[in-house]
């Protein structure tokens, strides 16, 4: 299966629309190893949350939104300035509540509590490992 999955990865690479950069598909790609790889309690507990919908979905749901008057507020949540200058200068300022550090903080303390809050916990925590999202 992991081997399947890489070649699918690989030739979504190879063919994928480079102005898009990661999008959708890097989120639900990732997405879906990771809920392959989660325990089965943990799958039962996300299950009762999210009913019918998928785990993939969710990883997405947080770009879907960030444009809606309702969630304008989330916009910066989904990356990081991350000034530095090697060796002489590196600083991140991680208690700040506007970027997607404090957000995949925040969020994965919340995730227990909501669909909503789940997947931008999910979203998050994918943006922090995006090399465009933590950057200078």
């Known amino acids: 299966m992991l081997l399947l999955a890489l070649l ?10 480079l102005v898009s950069a990661f999008g959708n598909f ?12 989660l325990e089965p309690d ?14 993939s979905s969710l990883a997405c749901w947080a770009d879907e939104v960030k444009h809606q008057p309702e969630y304008k507020w989330t916009q910066r949540l ?7 200058d090697p060796p002489t200068y ?6 700040a509540d506007d ?3 404090s957000a995949a903080i925040n969020f994965t303390r919340r995730a227990r509590k909501s669909k909503e809050d789940l997947a931008f916990m999910i979203h998050f925590l994918m ?10």
């Open 99 to 101: 970027n997607v550090v």
């Open 26 to 37: 890097a989120h639900r790609l990732i997405a879906t190893l990771v809920w392959e790889r």
């Open 78 to 84: 989904h990356f990081a300035d991350m000034p530095d």
């Open 127 to 136: 943006d922090l490992h995006m090399p465009m999202h933590c950057s200078p």
């Open 42 to 55: 943990t799958r039962i507990g996300i299950r009762s949350l999210i009913g019918a919908s998928s785990f």
């Open 8 to 17: 699918v990865w690989i030739l979504a690479l190879a063919t994928a629309n």
């Open 90 to 95: 590196c600083a991140v300022d991680f208690t």
